[in-house]
Every structure is written in structure tokens, then in C-alpha cells.
């Protein structure tokens, strides 16, 4: 892979970082596909348990690359020999798929936002479970600058859930461009840090949810997701009571009890 980079910053942690700094990490039909191979494939990954996603450079995403030389029919899958109308259409639905792969992966994914994250680029970030960002961070739903509508790869969807409706009516309609401090008075970021701090405190995040075990945590992650669309508090009780009955027979309940009454942290089996 060029345009995406790996590393193991931990045991279970990992870091993946969008590589395209001298465009501030703009979203290209390479950026994109290998993307889409790392959020699909670590679903299949029994090593890995969090996904720090960040950017290289002064960019976490400046969305997509309006200025891409490769874009046109045969660069994304599916689309040899198409018209224009096909293609960018297909186009739009590959972007979308590593929206939903990403806030589909059954690994927590916490953006570190090192910069600009506008457009495609506040998308990434909003399909995340966390998202904390560096001082130098930057948002806005700036597809409305283009001509079109702000409603766009899971923002309409996500952002209204994340800030509130108003809020978000509000951001999408004007496009403006906002600062951290802002996002973090929104709820769009749940901390803001200093460039330094940014990857060490995902770290940090990453291994305070490693303390827990990997059913609390993979079922909390579909929990949440599955119950951000419940359509009463009783479904979303349904959802957890059967959820809650399973993890007891996972065996992590009773080795928590052992661990308190010994005063040890737990150690907890593997699914």
C-alpha cells in the first residue's frame, strides 16, 4: 500500500494513517480502495482489538481530491466502460462503502485528528467511535461550498445523532469552516490535545479499552451502533438484556468476581 499506512503502536493497537500529505490526505481513488482493504480486513484480524485512524502531515482529510488526474471510468472497481453518469455514481457509492466499513469494523476506531478535517474528510471522522483532535484541527459539512447538497457519504445521518439536530442543520446549511475548541463545545470531539499529545493520548484510550474484555467490548460497540436507530427504549433494552445473558456464559463475569476478591486485574479469555 502507498496512499495507507500501518503500524502496531501496542499490543492489540494499531495505527492507520492516510498518506497523501502533500494533498492534506484528500480522498483518491487509491486513498479509498486501501482503505477499504484495511477496515474490511480487520474484521478477520484476531490480533488486532483498536484502530487509531489519523493523518500524515498537516491534514487529517481535506475530503475528496477534486484535483485526482486518475479519476475517470476503470479506476474504481465495476466501472469499465462507462458512461460518466455510471461512473460517478459508482464512484460515490465506493466512497460511501468505507464510510460504512469503517463504522461497521467490530474493532473500536478512534480518530486522532491531526488537522483539516472537512468534507469526506469530517466524514471519516464522524463514522468513528471516538474522535479527539490536536488544537491545529478543523471541521466543516463544506460539500454545500461545491454546489450540492451537504447531505452527503453519512453526514446527514451521523451529525444530527452526534451534535443535535440544530447544530447540525445549522453547520451543514452555511458550510462554515469551525475551529477544535468548537467541535469539542459540540460534542463532535470528546477532547482536544496538543499536537504532541494526539497519538500518545489515543494510545492511552486504546489501552484503557483493552483493560476490558474483548465480548464487553465488541458487544458494546454493536450495542451502541444497533441501538442508535431503536425505535423505543423498550427495543433497545430487548437488545441489551439478551446481550447481557449471553456475556454470562462467556465466563468474564465470574473471573471478575475472582479477580476482585483477589485484588488482581482480571485476566480475561479470548472469544
Known amino acids: 500500500m502507498k496512499t495507507v499506512l500501518r503500524r502496531q503502536l501496542a499490543e492489540g493497537v494499531i495505527e492507520v494513517s492516510l498518506n497523501r500529505p502533500d494533498r492534506l490526505n484528500a480522498l483518491n481513488e487509491n486513498l479509498i480502495g486501501e482503505l477499504l482493504a484495511v477496515f474490511r480486513g480487520l474484521n478477520n484480524d484476531r490480533e488486532t482489538r483498536v484502530v487509531i485512524l489519523t493523518g500524515r502531515g498537516k491534514g487529517f482529510c481535506a475530503g475528496a481530491d477534486l484535483k485526482s488526474s486518475g479519476s475517470r471510468p476503470g479506476s474504481v472497481p465495476g466501472t469499465e466502460g462507462m458512461g460518466q453518469l455510471g461512473y460517478v455514481y459508482k464512484y460515490q457509492e465506493y466512497l460511501a462503502e468505507l464510510i460504512l466499513a469503517i463504522q461497521e469494523c467490530d474493532k473500536p476506531v478512534i480518530a486522532a485528528i491531526n488537522g483539516a478535517a472537512v468534507g469526506g474528510g469530517m466524514a471519516l471522522a464522524l463514522a468513528c467511535d471516538i474522535r479527539i483532535t490536536a488544537e491545529a484541527g478543523k471541521f466543516g459539512a463544506v460539500f454545500i461550498k461545491t454546489g450540492l447538497s451537504s447531505c452527503d457519504v453519512g453526514t446527514s445521518y451521523l451529525l444530527p445523532r452526534i451534535v443535535g439536530v440544530s447544530a447540525a442543520t445549522e453547520l451543514m446549511l452555511t458550510g462554515r469552516i469551525f475551529p477544535a475548541p468548537e467541535a469539542r463545545e459540540l460534542g463532535l470531539?470528546?477532547?482536544?490535545?496538543?499536537?504532541?499529545?494526539?497519538?500518545?493520548?489515543?494510545?492511552?484510550?486504546?489501552?484503557?479499552?483493552?483493560?476490558?474484555?474483548?465480548?464487553?467490548?465488541?458487544?458494546?460497540?454493536?450495542?451502541?451502533?444497533?441501538?442508535?436507530?431503536?425505535?423505543?427504549?423498550?427495543?433497545?433494552?430487548?437488545?441489551?438484556?439478551?446481550?447481557?445473558?449471553?456475556?454470562?456464559?462467556?465466563?468474564?463475569?465470574?473471573?471478575?468476581?475472582?479477580?476482585?476478591?483477589?485484588?488482581?486485574?482480571?485476566?480475561?479469555?479470548?472469544?
Open 189 to 271: 470531539v470528546s477532547r482536544v490535545v496538543s499536537a504532541d499529545e494526539l497519538i500518545p493520548e489515543a494510545t492511552r484510550l486504546a489501552q484503557m479499552i483493552l483493560e476490558n474484555s474483548e465480548y464487553g467490548v465488541w458487544m458494546t460497540k454493536k450495542g451502541i451502533r444497533a441501538n442508535q436507530d431503536a425505535p423505543s427504549l423498550r427495543h433497545a433494552m430487548e437488545l441489551e438484556n439478551r446481550t447481557q445473558v449471553l456475556g454470562y456464559f462467556s465466563g468474564c463475569m465470574e473471573e471478575s468476581m475472582r479477580a476482585f476478591q483477589e485484588g488482581r486485574a482480571p485476566v480475561w479469555s479470548k472469544l
